[in-house]
């Protein structure tokens, strides 16, 4: 079956979308009747436009792997992109340490799942610290090489101890986590499912670590590996912003565990990295637009999201919609494991002149379509959420 792509424009003043295809071996439909009448209709057309490829239209299990910090935040606000898109079948939501403490995490995911309507999604807890990287190591790392202005859960935000969950903002959940642990539930669901599922991630590479040293056949029974990290040559960097954007910080909190993962046998790898997420924003006029919504989910954004990289969004929408990316390059990648100066710094290399240590080829994504990016997002933030159930 050929694709199918709806480019779309508001038609004032009936409310109905003119859906234009112009493509070779694409189709046009048009609809002008009142908005009352064609809504669903158009709802429908309007959620096919950013789920590219419409080839199949079977939803694509994932596992969402992420160090959750909420509420809103470039963290939940990827995971949201997933939970909206009509393509995903999201297996479960495995959490880990990063940004923020595993326990507080977990609690903003469940309290985002239940303000949504789907709470049939797992939570699932995962790593609460990294495998060899602790605070007091990077305390001792800092006396003789400088400052690291992030440490995720370690100095951002209201530090609190690693097992303590704070009063939520946005209110505490009824709904409880599951009792599996992230590495035996990912091992279980690509046995489930072999070759189905797509792992994607936007955190500390812990969780994949501990699953791969577990079961060594999790990358080879795994459909993909999509994830967020490594820092490359970013440009355009302000003064100001250079100690803050100096590492990478998914590699940089668990080097050990990114190790594991970036050479280990993947069927596909693909890298958002540092370079192009700091080229997109979260502005006051996104939020706006999409606090202009009449949904849960829209009216918690407006509330909760504040300015910032968009880090994580950009990583599984640019899964979720390939064209936004514009330019792609393949470079092998791996984490500094040696404890010196230059400890959980990325590794890079073009191909041919990596060292053959187990290195996987990954596909890079560095430029991309701003507008068609943030429109997508928009669209996303203020639909109705697939599959909710409502009180």
């Not at 606000?77 to 959490?95: D, F």
């Not at 565990?257 to 970036?262: P, Q």
Request: with cysteine; net charge negative; proline share 8%.
């Amino acid at each position: 079956m050929n694709a199918v792509t709806f480019s779309y424009e508001w038609d004032a003043p009936q409310g109905g979308r003119v859906m234009n295809a112009s493509k070779p071996g694409c189709r046009t439909v048009t609809s002008r009747a009142p908005y009352a009448r064609s809504c669903w209709t158009v709802f429908v057309l309007s959620l096919f436009s950013f789920a590219l490829p419409l080839s199949a239209q079977q939803r694509q299990k994932v596992i969402i792997d992420q160090d959750a910090m909420g509420p809103a935040y470039t963290d939940l606000q990827a995971i949201l992109v997933l939970l909206q898109s009509p393509k995903v079948e999201p297996l479960g939501i495995t959490v880990v340490s990063g940004d923020g403490w595993r326990d507080e995490e977990v609690a903003h995911t469940l309290r985002l799942l239940e303000i949504i309507g789907r709470p049939d999604i797992p939570v699932v807890p995962g790593a609460v610290f990294p495998l060899v990287n602790t605070k007091e190591a990077t305390a001792r790392w800092e006396k003789l090489y400088g400052r690291i202005r992030y440490q995720g859960a370690w100095n951002y935000g209201k530090v609190h101890e690693p097992f303590v969950v704070p009063d939520l903002p946005e209110g505490s959940p009824t709904l409880k986590p599951a009792s599996e642990d992230a590495a035996h539930f990912i091992i279980r669901m690509v046995h489930q499912y072999p070759h189905e599922i797509t792992i994607l991630t936007a955190g500390p590479l812990t969780n994949l670590g501990l699953a791969i040293a577990l079961d060594s056949q999790v990358p080879d029974l795994a459909k993909e590996l999509v994830f967020n990290g490594a820092r490359i040559n970013p440009q355009n960097v302000d003064y100001k912003d250079s100690n803050l954007l100096a590492r990478d910080f998914n590699l940089w909190w668990d080097p050990e565990a990114a190790h594991i993962v970036l050479t280990a046998p993947w069927h596909k790898i693909t890298c958002t990295p540092l370079d192009i997420s700091i080229k997109t924003w979260m502005s006051k006029d996104l939020i706006g637009r999409i606090a202009k919504g009449s949904t849960p989910l829209s009216r918690y954004l407006a509330s909760f999201a504040t300015e910032g990289y968009m880090w994580d969004e950009l990583t599984f929408a640019a899964w979720v919609d390939p064209t936004i990316i514009t330019k792609q390059e393949v470079l092998y990648l791996d984490a500094n494991i040696n404890h010196g100066g230059n400890y959980g710094d990325t590794l890079s290399w073009l191909p041919g002149d990596n060292p053959g240590m187990g290195e996987q080829p990954v596909q890079v994504n560095e430029e991309l379509d701003k507008q068609r990016f943030y429109d997508m997002f928009v669209e996303l933030m203020t639909h109705p959420t697939p599959q909710a159930r409502r009180p």
